[in-house]
């Protein structure tokens, strides 16, 4: 199983970016897909969520509004839409699986892309 992300990059505060993973090796269709991330010097926090069918999706408290998880089955992608970025958005951001929604990442990490909010 092999996640690939991409998107990030540098913005200023209030600005917006949009992060893509493409996932491989996995029955997509079949799994939950989270969005997760780690700022320096803390340990990796989960951010968002989206149902294995897309129907249902849900939001850590701190990007509830701003962040927007997607995912396209037919393409094995999941999106994260990120607005309205703050300096405490900087981070990697990942993307896992979850054989069970809500449960923990079931798989390898990827590379991450990196998000950096600063003016």
């Known amino acids: 199983v092999q996640f690939v992300e991409s998107g990030g990059g540098w913005v200023q505060p209030g600005g917006s970016l949009r992060l893509s993973c493409a996932s491989s090796?996995?029955?997509?269709?079949?799994?939950?897909m989270s969005w997760y991330r780690r700022a320096p010097g803390k340990v990796r926090e989960w951010v968002a969520t989206?149902?294995?069918?897309?129907?249902?999706?849900h939001y850590a408290d701190s990007v509830k509004g701003r962040f927007t998880i997607s995912r396209d089955n037919a393409k094995n992608t999941v999106s994260l839409q990120m607005n309205s970025l703050n300096p405490e958005d900087t981070a990697v951001y990942y993307c896992?699986?979850?054989?069970?929604?809500?449960?923990?990442?079931?798989?390898?990490w990827g590379q991450g892309t990196q998000v950096t909010v600063s003016s």
């Open positions: 090796g996995l029955a997509f269709n079949n799994h939950a």
């Open positions: 989206v149902s294995s069918g897309g129907g249902t999706t």
């Open positions: 896992n699986a979850q054989r069970v929604y809500g449960l923990g990442p079931d798989y390898s």
